[in-house]
């Protein structure tokens, strides 16, 4: 496709239950990342994906959550056992790398609700 | 570790009206530092950025200063206009390569009256 798509674009799940959001970045794209965004707070870093490098997981708040990327292209984040804080709106990024590193471009999100 | 602070908003303006959002920054070695804007139901995407101290960002009338000695970033424009209604994170990217990673502050709610 032409942009960065997320599926799906809401989830309401019950506290407890694990939850798996969906990244499909832009074709060639070679980093990726994924954001989370709560109401009335920025954008919290949560994990990045440069080409075949080790992933910088260094934002993901607890070992529920996790993030895979499968032929460096489409990419999932797992949260197990789903906590009310974790209701918010998830953002995935991609961008070219090299000298464009700086040029994200940023799915519509996926809000999640966690009851 | 590395991290923005900008101020916090909402900022309300009249039109025609001078802006200035701004922006700090701590980080290890030399940071890239960027602002990218969120339009209304729109994601966000790259307004403006530098890349090395005294550089100085433009980009639709907006400019940003990279000031190494103060750790600021602060964005301006001229004269606002209603359309400039938004959403802007200030960002960075610390390192010695492209390989790092892009943090955001909290960002900062602009409103501009007719």
């Known amino acids: 496709g032409a942009g960065v798509s997320q599926s799906p674009s809401n989830k309401v799940t019950e506290k407890g239950k694990d939850v798996e959001l969906r990244c499909d970045p832009i074709?060639?794209?070679?980093?990726l990342y994924w954001y989370r965004q709560s109401l009335g707070q920025g954008l919290e870093f949560l994990i990045y994906?440069?080409?075949?490098?080790?992933?910088?997981k260094s934002g993901l708040p607890s070992d529920r959550f996790s993030a895979e990327r499968t032929g460096g292209s489409v990419s999932t984040l797992t949260i197990q056992r789903t906590q009310q804080e974790d209701s918010a709106v998830y953002l995935c990024?991609?961008?070219?790398?090299?000298?464009?590193?700086?040029?994200?471009?940023f799915g519509s999100g996926t809000q999640l609700s966690v009851l | 570790g590395n991290s923005v602070t900008q101020m916090e908003g909402p900022v309300t303006l009249s039109e025609e009206a001078f802006l200035t959002i701004n922006c700090t920054y701590t980080?290890?070695?030399?940071?890239?530092l960027f602002w990218y804007v969120q339009y209304p139901g729109e994601g966000l995407q790259l307004l403006l950025k530098?890349?090395?101290?005294?550089d100085k960002g433009s980009n639709k009338g907006f400019e940003a200063t990279y000031r190494k000695e103060t750790t600021s970033f602060h964005l301006e424009k001229g004269s606002v206009q209603v359309s400039d209604s938004a959403v802007y994170f200030c960002?960075?990217?610390?390192?010695?390569?492209?390989?790092?990673?892009?943090?955001f502050g909290s960002g900062t709610r602009l409103s501009i009256r007719p």
């Open positions: 990024a991609s961008s070219p790398g090299g000298q464009a590193f700086e040029k994200l471009f």
């Open positions: 074709s060639g794209h070679t980093a």
């Open positions: 994906f440069q080409g075949n490098s080790a992933p910088d």
């Open positions: 980080a290890t070695g030399y940071p890239s």
């Open positions: 530098a890349t090395k101290a005294d």
């Open positions: 960002a960075l990217s610390a390192g010695y390569s492209s390989a790092s990673k892009i943090i």
